[in-house]
T-cell receptor
Framework: GPKVLQIPSHQIIDMGQMVTLNCDPV?????FYWYKQILGQQMEFLVN????????KSKLFKDQFSVERPDGSYFTLKIQPTALEDSAVYFC????????????FGEGSRLIVV | GDSVTQTEGQVALSEEDFLTIHCNYS??????LFWYVQYPGEGPQFLFR?????EKGSSRGFEATYDKGTTSFHLRKASVQESDSAVYYC????????????FGKGTSLVVHP
């Protein structure tokens, strides 16, 4: 099926540093999402993005978080500065139209903040 | 707001057992309903969906029927295999301007040989 690529697959970073997680969504998809999953827990919605704008974000999407997709390149999640509680696996997903459509997920980026 | 409630925690079965994972939802409008499966170390994968009342979705021997009356979309499989061991997520995606696909907490299925 359609593939979403996430880079890096894992990263260890010092608390307070900046990290950028990259997502290459399915080529003709228009909606993009980030989810956060702490080990052994449920997936939690962070944000979705369409046409260059954030459509909706959750309480987990703190002021230190930002997303963008400059010129149709990677869809990125930036955390600046990072905190210990940001340690988790971050999943990117994309869909063709709106949330009524199927989401296709990447394999996740495991972030460890030390 | 929209919500999904599914069988909590872990379901442990033996091969060839019958599987049911319950999923109930609360939403405005007429949402599409989904099942996703997540294997260890991977992202969730789409299993199947249903978009209207009484529609049955199915894939790989799994099936679920959209029931608007009971607001349910229970996952069933007649005979599970060890390879079905994974976490299963019920999800809903509204068509009425809600851009936040809502996932349940996930149910871990462990199938013993």
């Amino acid at each position: 099926g359609p593939k979403v690529l996430q880079i890096p697959s894992h990263q260890i970073i010092d608390m307070g540093q900046m990290v950028t997680l990259n997502c290459d969504p399915v080529s003709n998809h228009l909606y993009f999402y980030w989810y956060k999953q702490i080990l052994g827990q449920q997936m939690e919605f962070l944000v979705n993005f369409y046409n260059g704008k954030v459509m909706e974000k959750s309480k987990l999407f703190k002021d230190q978080f930002s997303v963008e997709r400059p010129d149709g390149s990677y869809f990125t999640l930036k955390i600046q500065p990072t905190a210990l509680e940001d340690s988790a696996v971050y999943f990117c997903a994309s869909s063709l139209i709106s949330s009524g459509n199927t989401l296709y997920f990447g394999e996740g980026s495991r972030l460890i903040v030390v | 707001g929209d919500s999904v409630t599914q069988t909590e925690g872990q379901v442990a079965l033996s091969e060839e057992d019958f599987l049911t994972i319950h999923c109930n939802y609360s939403a405005s409008g007429y949402p599409a309903l989904f099942w996703y499966v997540q294997y260890p170390g991977e992202g969730p994968q789409f299993l199947f969906r249903a978009s209207r009342d009484k529609e049955k979705g199915s894939s790989r021997g799994f099936e679920a029927t959209y029931d608007k009356g009971t607001t349910s979309f229970h996952l069933r499989k007649a005979s599970v295999q060890e390879s079905d061991s994974a976490v299963y997520y019920c999800a809903l995606g509204s068509s009425g301007g809600n851009y936040k696909p809502t996932f349940g907490k996930g149910t871990s299925l462990v199938v013993h040989p």
